[in-house]
């Protein structure tokens, strides 16, 4: 990694199983940009936290030079502006702006439905898993023709995204339901795998073993371990 | 560009399509108005629009974007060598003005509209001590961001007052509803006083619609029980 300047000061407040965390890790990885990580506790969270992120009081936060920044979308932006290499968000104004728009759809409409299959069970749950299917037939159908939403390589969406590929996916054993079936999302199915070939990914993803103990706790207190 | 270039798919009364004129206006763009009629949602809208089904949509040279914040910017980015910035220009700036305006929608906005959903006095005057406590938030976020200026944006109106602005109209339906003034120089002498030159600024005078015919029609939408 590269030296850091004594100018550049960039430390990020997070929390190993959360995929809003792991995103912003992936971002700083993909450009090469030295970094502290703290982890918090959620449970218990520092006084550091509630002084850097007093509006929502959550990781992650990233702090540039002292500057705290919340709202994971909000960082990727930053980050994207700040260190040119390797870049994000596509440059084309119209490419930009439906990168945006499915990045919103993910953290707004996927993982809100997906979450409500906590505690629900019979024909609750299975409209809940409808829902859930309807709005990944959306994603399944940009995924045509490119290897990642990106296109030939990783971008702002697919790191996004692996809210999907790394945590909804990674429930479905712990839920018991095959949310994202590989007859039905063939092309998702191929995105994961290809996101599987990108060292980036390989290092930032929490491990398996350890993430699926993690959700199977969380899940029989509150969440499906998306935090 | 020519007008047929343009096309804004809205409705006059809506907080969201008022942000997407606001930066047209600012950019002096052309560009046809296609007024939705109340109840229905036209095939040129729900095929734009196939995910949300919701305005406002820009259509340029026939690609469609959606959600008012995404326009925003794309309009900013697309149209950059005319008319004045939206968003500031330094990354750090930028992503404050990001976050706000996404506080703005997440939280805010939801707060507002509850106000005029809600069932009892309890519900109400609860709905009313939050928006309270969130336009403390607001009041000094323009502080902040302002530094002395007359906008969130500095000297000239940008990404966040357009974000926070467009609401005025509404806002100030919920005041007289909810009978309890929200913007008032004691509580709020800032953003009373950036209110006022909100309104006055002339990308925004000739489109806030008039507070008697958004009253009118907030009696349709949200109709009171009967006694």
Redesign the interface.
Known sequence: MAERSESEEVKLLGMWASPFSRRIEIALTLKGVSYEFSEEDITNKSSLLLQLNPVYKMIPVLVHNGKPISESLVILEYIDETWRDNPILPQDPYEKAMARFWAKFVDEQIYVTAMKVVGKIGEERDAVVEATRDLLMFLEKELVGKDFFGGRSLGFVDIVATLVAFWLMRTEEIVGVKVVPVEKFPEIHRWVKNLLGNDVIKKCIPPEDEHLQYIRARSCVLSLGFV | MATEDVKLIGSWASVFVMRAKIALHLKSISYEFLQETFGSKSELLLKSNP?HKKMPVLI?AD?P???SN??V??ID??WNSSGPSILPSH??D???A??WA??IDDQWFISLRSILTAQGEEEKKASIAQVEERTE?LEKAFNDCSKGKPFFNGDHIGYLDIALGSFLGWWRVVELDANHKFLDETKTPSLAKWAERFCDDPAVKPIMPEITKLAEFARKLFPKPQA
């Open positions: 995910v340029h690609k974007v959606c959600e995404i326009i910017q794309y980015e697309a990354p750090y930028r992503a404050i990001r976050f996404a506080y938030l």
